[in-house]
């Protein structure tokens, strides 16, 4: 027992050490994945400490890529667990900009890729705004128990929701309004100690990864910062599914030599 828990432990280590060399995610690469420019290039080198490779020069990070979960059992994530492109999404229910992706760019993301099978979009709670964002993320949390969360997140979402504020009162009525069938165990999941730690788990992998705002996005190892316009989005996304595709092909392809050895 001593001995797997050892284990574990210097997995985690391993695992929290490759994401670190990475961090420069969404501080400074951030911002230059959205808006490239030359003299990055040794700002990133030197937060990586080594100098990066074609990837990270052209904005990805395959640390980051260990960020999807794939879950197939999420109830905070839509899309194939086996999709070819996953993007990760730290957001907070107050925050104005991700109310606006989420009604603006989302639904378009979600027509287009993830409908048929190239995107999978994993939700991560990452409240920033004090109390109410607090609240609001649990009950999101809680929503997904009984499988209505994407419906929840729709509603708190919905223009002017933010500021009518998540108190105990308005949750319920989100809840209904999102269809959650018991509201009672809604209620008493929204409070209970293991919505807290869902919640916690998320907010601190955004901090661990020098996440400052929402939204913040992670696409295949992509960051991508703020409620960017739709093309961001696109380029984003069908540069990781090519990327994806070269990659499975490149596998394939060498498949059959591999097993004629």
Not at 6 to 35: D, F, P, Q
């Amino acid at each position: 027992m001593p001995k797997n828990d050892n284990n574990k432990k210097s997995r985690n280590i391993a695992i929290g050490a490759g994401v670190a060399v990475a961090a420069v995610l969404l501080g400074v690469a951030s911002y230059t994945a959205t808006k490239p420019d030359d003299s990055t290039s040794t700002v990133k080198e030197e937060a990586a400490g080594a100098a990066p490779s074609a990837e990270q020069q052209a904005g990805v990070y395959p640390e980051l890529e260990k960020l999807a979960r794939r879950d197939a059992k999420d109830p905070l994530a839509q899309g194939r667990a086996d999709a070819p492109v996953v993007m990760v999404e730290y957001a907070d229910f107050k925050c104005g900009f991700c109310g606006k992706f989420a009604r603006d760019t989302e639904p378009g993301l979600v027509k287009k890729y993830v409908d048929e099978g190239t995107l999978r979009i994993e939700w991560r709670n990452f409240p920033i705004f004090g109390e109410d964002s607090e609240r609001a993320a649990r009950g999101a949390w809680a929503a997904g128990e009984q499988g209505r969360f994407w419906q929840f997140h729709e509603a708190a979402y919905a223009e002017g929701s933010k500021e009518k504020g998540f108190g105990d009162d308005r949750l319920k009525e989100l809840a209904k309004e999102a269809g959650v069938k018991d509201v009672g165990r809604f209620v008493s999941d929204a409070d209970s100690d293991a919505a807290k730690a869902a919640v916690k788990k998320d907010q601190e992998e955004a901090y661990g990864l020098g996440a400052t705002s929402t939204p913040s996005f992670v696409i295949n190892g992509r960051p991508v910062s703020g409620a960017q316009p739709d093309q961001v989005f696109d380029q984003a996304i069908e540069a990781a599914a090519k990327s994806a595709k070269d990659a499975k092909d490149s596998k394939d392809a060498k498949g059959p030599k591999a097993a004629d050895k």
